[in-house]
């Protein structure tokens, strides 16, 4: 039997006295492609920042059969989790070398140079800009090496807000590709918050549908893209 990586269950968020999760539950197995859509404001970046230790949270948050609800997010990093914020959060001022480096910072193993090396083999455009700082990269490319630092720190679950946001049509197909590969040569599970569906659900093995802070739909991903409701809220018709 497979164990589980990720189980949230009865995973409340708020924000001061508002209440944006409202006891929602699911879970994420290992080498899956978990997506989370849903409209603006129903929850998706709220319910990655719980699991990631951002917010106020009750219920449970379980990780590799551990409990994470009341870490601080520095030891949820530890224990095998990144996060990719929505519009990057790449330190703008630090070199693209320097952000890679950062995302190392829990790591004393001997093979730091050599994921480094893989980032770049992967993306050779920060290769050529290592030495620029993050704030003079364009959009994609800041794309490209905030899901970089993040792999620095040799995830087991790889948290992805929005990664689409802000992007090309063709820099986004090629990010989405590259997601894919890297779910399926390195084994990174992903949890993807994402509002383009149609590209997020080509990908994912399974998904959830948030509304208003609940879990209205969940089920595999080729069959939600089929899904009547859910291709006229999200697919466009």
Request: net charge negative; charged share 25%.
């Amino acid at each position: 039997m497979i164990k589980t990586l990720l189980e949230v269950d009865e995973l409340t968020a708020t924000y001061g006295q508002i209440e944006v999760l409202h006891g929602i539950k699911f879970h994420v197995q290992p080498n899956e492609i978990v997506v989370i859509l849903g409209a603006n404001g129903a929850g998706k970046t709220t319910t990655l920042r719980a699991i990631s230790g951002m917010v106020e949270t009750t219920g449970s948050i379980a990780f590799n059969g551990d409990s994470i609800i009341d870490l601080e997010p520095d030891y949820i990093v530890r224990k095998g989790i990144a996060h990719v914020p929505q519009g990057r959060g790449t330190f703008p001022e630090l070199t693209v070398e320097e952000n890679l480096r950062v995302g190392a910072f829990i790591r004393s193993d001997n093979e730091i140079k050599a994921d480094l090396d893989s980032c770049y083999e992967t993306y050779p455009v920060l290769y050529e800009r290592r030495m620029q700082s993050a704030g003079s990269l364009s959009g994609g490319e800041q794309q490209m090496l905030a899901v970089s630092r993040a792999l620095m720190s040799k995830p087991e679950l790889l948290l992805l807000d929005e990664p689409s946001l802000g992007l090309a049509p063709q820099i986004v197909e090629g990010l989405f590709e590259r997601f894919k590969k890297m779910n399926q040569q390195l084994g990174t599970t992903m949890l993807i918050v994402e509002q383009n569906a149609q590209i997020a659900l080509a990908m994912a093995d399974r998904g959830y549908v948030l509304e208003s802070g609940e879990i209205a739909v969940e089920g595999e991903a080729k069959l939600l893209v089929n899904d009547d409701a859910i291709r006229k809220a999200y697919l466009g018709g």
